[in-house]
């Protein structure tokens, strides 16, 4: 089976729909939890098939520096490595190597920085990137790119996106002829229309299997974020999957989800459940509050997940106080599986063509809070 995307049903700019891999199908609008470091922290790979994830994203950056795409490869792929047999999408390295600020040296050629585990030196370039993502297997390829922090000045963010779109040809021209696997391009350009339609222009006439948009969710905040969601997936081929990198929150996945956005991943529902916060439907639960530490009620009584089903919000409270490890995943497990259900009910409501209503409910619900104890 070949690499394909299709969508069922629209509803306004949203679309609900299915990517094709080998590997397995991904229902779109898709949200992919963040196994950087080949796991998604605190969860088995079976539990977050359980709640709901099609495919997972994997970190270049970190998985070159350990334990290494060649040791992967020689061990069988990053699906065997780390026991996931769906599909698996793998960013570039280009964001993790602009977050080392002062550790990093850019040149047309690529970027030289020094490893944050180590101290070691290494090259990134797009042709190393694409031979990493090869070795480890990956379904889904990103190109190679540079992304500025914002706010930044107009002429900064232009000449980092120009030269991101010549990385985006030699990451095509490196990625080569790979049935089954998929290569997507990054529009970049900040928050200007101008350079978003000319990133997307040289990607289009470069040619990809799906196209991300980039540079956002870099400190912009979220109404210039949607501001630029308003009008940037528009440049994009409507025929291909458009992927928003990094979100996020579940109002910016809501709101990116109907300004056609197929695609999201973020490591905040894993990274908040190691740190007491759990999602709901009603906004965040800080479950190291003292409030908890009496409450028999579950997080969220219209939940299914393991969290919810069996244990107590006076429970959690109590072995996230404890240190104890069960903490961690059982409120892991409870966001991703609350970010699941999300996306779950964003495809119904678009293939109901209710998704208005589906958005009011949803922001409804969060208005009136969590609930106070009993």
């Given at each position: 089976?070949s ?32 196994g950087?470091?080949?796991t998604?922290?605190?969860?088995l790979?079976?539990s ?9 994203l994997?970190?270049?950056?970190h998985?070159?520096?350990?334990p ?21 999408l ?25 490893s944050?585990?180590?101290g ?16 480890l297997?990956?379904?889904i ?7 500025p ?18 990385w ?17 391009g ?17 990607l ?13 969710a ?5 109404e210039a ?18 992927y928003?990198?990094?979100v996020g ?17 973020c ?26 530490a ?15 089903r069996?244990?107590s919000?006076?429970y959690?409270h ?43 409910d ?13």
């Amino acid at each position: 089976m070949s690499f394909a995307f299709s969508f069922n049903a629209t509803d306004g700019l949203a679309r609900s729909g299915v990517i094709q891999t080998p590997r397995g199908q991904i229902r779109t609008p898709a949200f992919m939890p963040v196994g950087t470091a080949a796991t998604v922290k605190a969860m088995l790979p079976e539990s977050v098939r359980q709640t709901g994830a099609d495919i997972l994203l994997g970190n270049t950056y970190h998985l070159m520096l350990r334990p290494g795409a060649e040791r992967i490869d020689r061990l069988g792929g990053l699906h065997r490595f780390m026991n996931w047999d769906r599909p698996i999408l793998t960013d570039s390295g280009g964001f993790q190597v602009m977050s080392l600020a002062g550790l990093r040296k850019l040149t047309e050629e690529g970027v030289t920085f020094a490893s944050h585990i180590d101290g070691s030196r290494h090259v990134l370039t797009p042709e190393r990137s694409m031979e990493i993502q090869r070795l480890l297997g990956s379904d889904i390829v990103m190109a190679f790119d540079e992304c500025p922090a914002l706010p930044a000045g107009e002429a900064e963010v232009a000449a980092s996106m120009r030269l991101s779109m010549r990385w985006a040809q030699r990451s095509r021209d490196a990625f080569g002829d790979r049935p089954g696997h998929a290569l997507f391009g990054i529009m970049q350009g900040g928050v200007t229309p101008e350079l978003r339609e000319e990133s997307a222009e040289a990607l289009k006439a470069i040619g990809f299997d799906g196209y991300a948009v980039g540079g956002l969710a870099v400190g912009e905040g979220q109404e210039a974020m949607f501001g630029v969601l308003d009008y940037a997936p528009g440049f994009l081929p409507k025929d291909k999957p458009r992927y928003l990198m990094g979100v996020g929150k579940p109002d910016d996945i809501v709101g990116a989800v109907q300004r056609g956005i197929d695609m999201m991943d973020c490591v905040l529902p894993s990274r908040s459940g190691r740190t007491g916060q759990a999602w709901t439907r009603r906004g965040q639960v800080n479950i190291k509050n003292a409030r908890h530490a009496d409450d028999p009620r579950p997080l969220d009584e219209s939940c299914a997940c393991p969290a919810c089903r069996g244990y107590s919000r006076a429970y959690l409270h109590h072995v996230f106080r404890a240190g104890e490890m069960i903490s961690g995943m059982l409120l892991t497990w409870h966001n991703l599986y609350y970010y699941q259900d999300l996306m779950a009910g964003l495809r119904d409501a678009i293939a109901a063509g209710r998704l208005d209503d589906f958005v009011a409910d949803f922001h409804a619900e969060r208005a009136e809070g969590d609930l106070p104890p009993l």
